[in-house]
């Protein structure tokens, strides 16, 4: 009979699901990172409202992190936690030197095209594997975040 963890979900599937919140992991870091970078070097005529929208990323970026890697904990995993592990897994680069307004909006678009379809594999593995602590939180954010493409497509769609 195979066993459970401390939370009483099979090992197995516990294994797939961290290994995939670690990916998800590596992704939201590097994007903390591209957005923060945008905040701090956004210029032009629309830099007040850009400069507050990309510090609303970074710091919701900054919880989703701790986020997943408290829920990676509760699994019973060890969560991805250096630089050199974010960079092997992350499938979001860094963004160096934006500047304009419509590249650093076009950039977390695509991101979110990694984030979303991630967030969306989770959730499936989640509601199979009978994980509703996991399965609600990519629930949360795939809401939040089909709302920001949607605003952020129409930003950038006379471009």
């Given amino acids: 009979m195979e066993k459970n963890n401390n939370i009483g979900l ?5 294994t797939v699901l961290s290994e995939k919140l670690n990916e998800l992991l590596a992704n939201y870091q590097f994007f ?3 957005t923060r970078g945008f905040h701090w070097n956004i210029k032009g005529d629309k830099f007040f409202e850009l400069h507050v929208k990309f510090e609303e990323l970074y710091t919701d970026s900054q919880i989703k992190i701790d986020e997943i890697a408290e829920r990676i ?3 019973g995993q060890t969560p991805l936690h250096t630089f050199e592990d974010f960079s092997k897994v992350s499938k979001i680069k860094a ?6 307004g ?3 909006i076009k950039s ?3 991101a979110y095209e990694v984030l979303l379809p991630l967030e969306r594999e989770l959730l499936q593995l989640a509601g199979d594997s009978n994980d509703e602590g996991t399965s609600s939180l990519m629930s949360d954010y795939i809401g ?4 920001l493409i949607w605003m ?6 006379n471009d």
């Fill in 10 to 14: 099979k090992n197995k599937d516990v």
């Fill in 144 to 147: 939040q975040q089909e709302k």
């Fill in 95 to 100: 963004a160096k030197n934006i500047s304009n």
């Fill in 73 to 75: 904990l509760t699994l």
């Fill in 152 to 157: 952020y497509s129409a930003f950038v769609a």
């Fill in 102 to 104: 419509v590249q650093a």
């Fill in 108 to 110: 977390i678009l695509e």
């Fill in 32 to 34: 903390y990172m591209n």
